[in-house]
């Protein structure tokens, strides 16, 4: 079994395999969690982000793709678009589980045994947060019970205090 963990503080910080990007379907860049992975990871992504748009024409939402850290101290930056919230009957939950069972198979095919999320979705694209929450752990635990062994520790980094709390409470509710 994966081992699940959770902090609070910056993704772009983590000593991990793999980061995951909030990202968006031109993989061009944007605010949030993605300005700050690729300034502090400096152009060597982006430039990696502009040929698999080249290639492909960017990433559907739900889906992901994967590229160098530059100079984060991660291996990898798989790169993942949240839908924006609507109202919740444009399968948003179902897209948003798709990010991050997405991530975990990238992940799982490039040989990275440790990876790192951000609460997708919740900032910019207005995503309720203690659905987000529910939807972000049921995916991992689903993944992790059908895929035995194949990641061994997941992180969910929350940047801001309220997906800290919601997090702690959902997976240490002793606590
Ligand atoms: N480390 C970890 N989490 C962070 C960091 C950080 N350094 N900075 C922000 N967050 P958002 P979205 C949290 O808006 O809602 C971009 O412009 C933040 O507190 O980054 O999926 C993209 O290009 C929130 O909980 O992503 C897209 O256009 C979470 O990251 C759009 O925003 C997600 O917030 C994607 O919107």
């Known amino acids: 079994m994966a081992a699940l963990s959770i902090i609070h503080g910056d993704i772009t910080k983590q000593k991990v395999d793999a980061i995951v990007n909030a990202a968006n379907s031109s993989l061009l860049g944007g605010g ?44 990898k930056v798989i790169h993942t678009v949240g839908p924006v919230w609507k109202d919740g009957t444009n399968n948003e939950e179902g897209l948003l589980y798709n990010c991050y069972v997405n991530s975990l198979h990238l992940a799982v095919e490039h040989a990275l045994l440790s990876i790192a999320f951000p609460n997708i979705s919740t900032g910019i694209y207005g995503y309720p947060k203690v659905s987000a929450a529910n939807t972000a752990i049921r995916a991992v635990r689903d993944f992790t019970d059908s ?29």
Request: hydrophobic letters at 35%.
């Open 32 to 75: 949030g969690v993605d300005g700050a992975i690729h300034r502090a990871g400096g152009p060597a992504i982006l430039a990696e982000c502009v040929e698999i748009r080249n290639r492909q024409g960017g990433c559907k939402t739900g889906e992901a793709v994967i590229t160098n850290a530059g100079r984060l101290p991660s291996k």
């Open 147 to 175: 895929n035995f062994g194949k990641i061994k520790a997941i992180v969910f980094v929350c940047f801001d205090e309220e997906n800290y709390e919601l997090y702690t409470q959902i997976l240490e509710p002793a606590s």
